[in-house]
């Protein structure tokens, strides 16, 4: 069965991977299973047809037979629970990894996109100055637990898992910010998830879409 996801048809980080394509291109990437892009305008992306699939007009989302998904943990988890290499058999140890794939998504992403919004939507808001750092010391409690609880091992609990490419994926987002390297161990765990083939071709694969292409407005 043929998977076919959606992504920006030119993403506005101009191909620096940070769209939650990457994530779903990665995970497929890590479980060997080819995959078709559809690329959708900022415009297509709020019409019927897309909006079928995607209720909040937004990208990625997975096609699979008859089978649509959206949102990236229910995707990354529908993959992982279906080819093997991104969650544990014993399940107990599966039980944490999915526990992981949650904390990244409800714990650590939004005081990260919260920082992004601050940064690139309100920075020309007077207050912005004063509220700044408030948002980036929330942004920094998270990181000194997660780096406590990660402290010297490669991944969160055992082997890479989907919990870690999502974790990964979302820490990815802090690269440019320079908070990230306040926490050596966690910028090490970025890195050595970069390094892995499987994020590097779905890396790749964004880039060859958005390379040369002016960002989207
Ligand atoms: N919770 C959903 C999920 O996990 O799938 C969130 C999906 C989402 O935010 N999609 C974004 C989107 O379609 C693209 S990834 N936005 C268009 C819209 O809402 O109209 C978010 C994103 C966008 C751009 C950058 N960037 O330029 O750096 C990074 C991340």
Redesign the pocket.
Known sequence: MSIIITA?ER???GG?G????TRVRWALEEVGQPYEVRLVS?RA??EPAHLALHP?????TYEEGDLAL????A?IFHIAERHAGLLPENANARARAITWMFAA?NTVEPPILEL?TARLLESDKPWSKQRLPLVENRVRDRLKQLSARLGGADWLDGGFSAGDLLMASVLL?LKSSGILDEYPNLAAYVARSEARPAYKRAFAAQLAINAGKA?AD
């Open positions: 920006f993403s506005p980080d620096a940070l769209a939650r394509d900022f992306m709020k909040f007009g937004q990208i990625p959206f949102e990236t943990g995707v998504l992004a987002r960002p």
